[in-house]
């Protein structure tokens, strides 16, 4: 979907930038949930913009320039304002600290100084394309300015971002083993097939042996790979490489996640974490005071790819009047128990508290994931290694077993 900068009129604050996902620019206004009159200007993103906008599936969104770490500064300025410091000195205090984010913290020193409430001065910190703070972060913080919460909602945001880096470090530390068992693997590959490889080519030149159609492939390879050795290492350099750089792209990124998710297994569980993240993000924001409609909108990049256009398609139904619960299960982002949980929340009003224990229940299967790759995906894993690792060696020795067969 093509991707805008945008840049909104806020009613007594600074105009902001914010980037945005429509299918094209007439669509921008029912997307954002304002009139058209509230949009002073539009610029597509370019492929490059959008490819560095699109953080991965378990993260924040990514940006180019200076940008302030939102956990380290929501975190520090709480406990800041919570000891007593005025809000500029604990800025500056911040901008003291965070040589890399110096700049866009002076700029809020700047605006604070010229009489702007602390979600304008850090609106108007980046440049276009490159804004100093997420629009959750901003949306929090002014939300808190009007019910006079700053310190309550950055502790709360602090401790969401601080939840959801935990989630991805422990999804990272599953997939460590699984990945260092198949770089094991390739490894012994490439050294059967270099190095110990061309030496049996030498056995059985000259010889009168038949050798199988994959002995032959294999020997063939393992002496290219002697004659050529710099190009082998070569290649052996550049393949992984461009693994990685065709996954960092958005479009390959988005493919690989869709077949992660039909995975029998790993697919639900992959949809569960996700959903339970849109469930704490969605609360953070309702508890601050920000409208459903935009708090659907800025907990959009916390969701996996797969699941967006669904929670678009929510958005638009919320937006339009209807019940927040209704349209989550209608788009099939609700679980049996957060259904349960939001319709008693909608009946007592505490919808953002609902959310938030819906996201807790889940919490769980963050540890029934790690557990099940660790039960089944490295088995398996290392089945299949095992298996192309003896193939190799079987095939190295077959021609061995055929000539001992001719001897008479």
Do not use: C
Not at 191 to 198: A, E, G, M, R, S
Not at 215 to 222: E, F, K, Y
Not at 371 to 376: E, H, I, L, N, Q
């Amino acid at each position: 979907m093509p991707s805008y900068h945008v840049q909104l009129h806020e009613p007594g604050a600074a105009p902001q930038w914010r980037l945005v996902q429509a299918p094209d620019e007439a669509a921008l206004p029912a997307v954002l949930g304002l009139p058209a009159s509230r949009l002073l200007a539009v610029r597509p993103s370019s492929d490059r913009a959008q490819a560095s906008a699109a953080g991965p599936g378990l993260g924040w969104p990514r940006q180019r320039g200076p940008r302030v770490d939102p956990r380290a500064f929501a975190q520090e300025l709480a406990v800041l304002l919570a000891s007593g410091v005025p809000l500029l000195e604990a800025v500056e205090t911040l901008a003291e600290r965070n040589g890399d984010a110096a700049v866009p913290l002076a700029r809020v020193q700047a605006g604070l100084r010229e009489g702007r409430t602390l979600s304008q001065a850090m609106a108007s910190a980046g440049e276009a394309g490159a804004p100093a703070f997420d629009d959750v972060l901003l949306a929090l913080v002014a939300a808190a300015e009007r019910d006079g919460q700053l310190f309550g909602v950055l502790k709360h945001h602090a401790e969401f971002l601080a939840w959801s880096g935990a989630l991805r470090d422990r999804l990272v530390a599953a997939a460590l083993y699984p990945a260092l068992l198949l770089a094991t693997g390739v490894a012994v590959i490439g050294f059967l097939v270099v190095f110990v490889l061309p030496r049996f080519a030498g056995v059985f030149e000259g010889m009168a042996v038949e050798l199988p159609w994959g002995s032959r492939v294999l020997i063939a390879a393992g002496q290219a790979a002697s004659r050529e050795p710099w190009l082998a290492a070569l290649v052996a350099l550049l393949l992984p490489l461009s693994v990685l750089a065709g996954l960092r792209a958005p479009a390959a990124r988005r493919w690989w996640q869709a077949q992660l998710w039909r995975l029998p297994g790993l697919g639900p569980r992959l949809r569960t974490v996700a959903l339970a993240r849109l469930y704490r993000a969605v609360g953070l924001l309702g508890a601050a005071g920000v409208p459903l409609p935009r708090a659907l909108a800025l907990a959009e990049p916390v969701l996996d790819a797969p699941l967006r256009p669904a929670l678009a398609r929510a958005r638009a139904d919320v937006a339009a009047g209807g019940r927040l619960s209704a349209a989550l299960q209608g788009h099939g982002l609700l679980t049996p128990a957060a259904l349960r949980m939001l319709r008693v929340g909608e009946r007592s009003g505490e919808v953002a508290a609902m959310l938030t224990r819906a996201a807790a229940f889940h919490d769980e299967e963050v540890s029934r994931l790690a557990d099940w790759v660790s039960k089944v995906v490295n088995p398996l894993l290392m089945l299949v290694m095992g298996a192309v690792v003896g193939g190799v060696v079987v095939l190295m020795y077959l021609p061995l077993f055929t000539l001992m067969e001719q001897v008479p």
